[in-house]
């Protein structure tokens, strides 16, 4: 598809987005039909020549972009769309566990599209054809650029293996349908006129003498006013059904929310989208499984296989890093006297508090358990010289010299000063969850309690952080146990640091409603409103607890209890493994 040119540096497929185009638009087929005869529409497609290929909002994916972009834009643009089909799929989570408590299911999907709205204006926007004047050609054509080369940059990233395909299915059929619903009428029906055979969903629209048939059937389901109106209505106008094999929704089917006759059902128009989201499936897994088969000549490509495999990595590790981030980025440092307090106010992960906890009531921490919590400490800000007394001070009942012979060497290793001398970088979630649990009966106090622990003990380290024993603490324990270790951790974090972390945002904004004028107070206020990211990694949390709220003037509220000396939760778990080299305990 793409390809890094040799003079430009540029990746590219085809000529160039300036390139040589046909802009006798009238003659593309549908194109005046999709203008509807707006003389503002037509001027802006004339205007620019990638609006020729892009004369919808919507993409069907069908074929690959033929435009020239920059390397850096590859590797940006993937990542922007892998953040949004990330929120996707946790929204999904979150929507589904939401929809199983107290949430009618129309209620939790729209809460879900409006979660993500932001995040999609802000990474992947696409501006409708009936706002597209307004927005300008270039920017319209950039926006369906993006999101055209991103699409297929993802699917060559995320076609290699099974579970890597399903859930890139998964997410982009979510997000297509969320895109398709959200359509002005007009532009769904210009998309649909124009790819609806590419995409194999040009379903027949059943005639009012066929469905006087089985009126009875559609009135017992969809109430007796729309049936009547479907009956009586002109052809081709709006509030009609569509006859399809009844094995294209089985979904409603299953739900009973269709009539089925002679091996086909009749979709009322309300639920168009769904037959346009299963055809889009449906082809999109085709072309996954036909990627996949081609993959193997994209290895003799050195240029762009790292990136992809780069792409393709984050979804098993997570984008998070702590010098990118607004929080963390030159934030400072903590010292070794601040760790415990610090824990105790709430801005460790559960994780990090476990072995905190763990720590300060044994005075020693098993290898994999150190690793984790020194790298990060070490993420958090604490320097080697103070990461030094904090551990010394930790491992209280060692003197100094057996302190120095066993454990310091380890501590100045994972700063890199011994050894490879390599500078390792704290262990994200997915790493976390991945590796061995902890042996409780080893005093292994390692990984993450959502995964490894069981449900009485992340009551114990939720208790303690502040979330309170009801449908809270109930909501928890269910997604731990449905296995959303994730999402877990991000509803401990709303409910026990949500509060103080919105208060800091609301502060920011209004200095930025001070300082920047209205632009920035829009943004900032924006950001202040704005859902929580997925936690992805145990310093993000801390970035977001204590580096955002420390930027008030106020100091950051206190969750849960002190943490009381002694008062350590029963662990589980392990064998002792060195993945970096460094002396096990015996």
């Known amino acids: 598809m793409f390809k890094k040119s040799r003079t430009s540096g540029k990746a590219a497929s085809g000529g160039g987005v300036g390139g040589d185009l046909n802009h006798d638009l009238l003659l593309d087929d549908g194109i005046a039909g999709i203008a509807g005869g707006d ?6 497609f004339a205007s620019h020549p990638l609006l020729s290929r ?8 069908t074929s690959p972009p033929r435009a020239e972009i920059t390397v850096d834009d590859f590797e940006l643009w993937a990542l922007d769309r892998l953040k949004v089909l990330r929120a996707i799929d946790a929204a999904a989570i979150r929507s589904k566990a939401a929809a199983s408590s107290n949430s009618t299911a129309a209620a939790s999907a729209a809460a879900t599209a409006a979660s993500l709205k932001p995040l999609l204006d802000k990474h992947l926007r696409l501006t409708p054809n009936s706002l597209a004047a307004a927005a300008g050609a270039s920017r319209v054509a950039n926006e369906r650029l993006k999101d055209h080369c991103s699409h297929y940059i993802l699917r ?23 895109r398709f619903e959200a359509e002005p009428a007009a532009d769904r029906d210009a998309f649909l006129r124009r790819h609806a055979a590419a ?19 559609l009135a017992a389901v969809h109430g007796a006013d729309v049936a009547a109106a479907a009956v009586e209505r002109r052809p081709g106008t709006r509030g009609g059904f569509y006859k399809v094999p009844f094995e294209r929704v089985a979904g409603l089917v299953a ?19 769904l037959l346009v989201a299963h055809a889009f499936r449906e082809r999109l897994r085709d ?16 240029r762009l296989a790292p990136v992809l495999n780069s792409i393709a990595r984050q979804l098993a590790t997570g984008g998070y890093d702590p010098n990118n981030t607004a929080a963390g980025a030159g934030a400072g440092t903590i010292r070794a006297a601040e760790v415990n307090r610090l824990a105790k106010e709430g801005h460790f992960p559960p994780c990090m508090l476990h ?67 390599r500078d390792y970088a704290p262990h994200s979630c ?67 640091r949500g509060p103080a972390v919105r208060e800091a945002r609301r502060a920011l904004a209004a200095a930025a409603a001070a300082e920047g004028g209205s632009g920035d107070a829009l943004a900032a206020a924006a950001a202040a409103s704005a859902p929580f990211d997925i936690i992805e990694h145990p310093n993000q949390w801390f970035d977001m607890s204590y580096r955002l709220t420390s930027r008030k003037t106020a100091a950051p509220r206190q969750t849960g209890e002190a943490l009381k000396d002694g008062a350590a939760l029963e662990e589980e778990p392990a064998v002792q493994v060195d993945d970096l080299g460094i002396e096990l305990d015996r």
């Open 156 to 178: 060559l990233a995320y076609c290699r293996t099974e579970d890597n395909r399903a859930w890139f299915l998964r997410t982009e059929t979510a997000l297509f349908r969320a």
């Open 430 to 496: 997915q790493r976390i969850i991945m590796e061995h649990g902890p042996n409780a009966a080893a005093g292994e106090a390692h990984g993450c309690p959502f995964r490894h622990l069981s449900g009485d003990a992340v009551r114990g380290i939720c208790g303690r952080l502040g979330v309170a024993e009801g449908p809270m603490m109930g909501e928890v324990l269910a997604l731990a146990k449905d296995g959303h270790a994730q999402i877990a951790c991000t509803r401990v974090f709303e409910m026990v």
């Open 355 to 421: 072995m905190q906890t763990h720590l300060a009531a044994n005075s020693h921490l098993k290898h994999t358990g150190r690793l984790q919590f020194s790298l990060f400490l070490k993420g958090a800000g604490l320097p080697l010289d103070e990461a030094l007394v904090y551990w010394r001070k930790a491992f209280s009942k060692l003197t100094d010299d057996q302190f120095s012979k066993a454990y310091a060497y380890n501590v100045r290793f994972n700063y890199g000063r011994e050894g490879s001398r």
């Open 255 to 273: 739900r009973r929310a269709v009539v089925v006759a002679a091996g086909f059902a009749y979709v009322p128009d309300a639920e168009r989208p």
């Open 39 to 44: 003389p503002q529409l037509l001027a802006l």
């Open 199 to 217: 995409l194999g969903c040009d379903a027949a629209d059943s005639p009012p003498a066929e469905l006087r048939a089985i009126q009875g059937e």
């Open 287 to 302: 072309a996954l499984e036909a990627t996949a088969r081609a993959m193997p000549r994209m290895d003799e490509d050195d």
């Open 54 to 61: 892009y004369p919808t909002a919507l993409c069907p994916y």
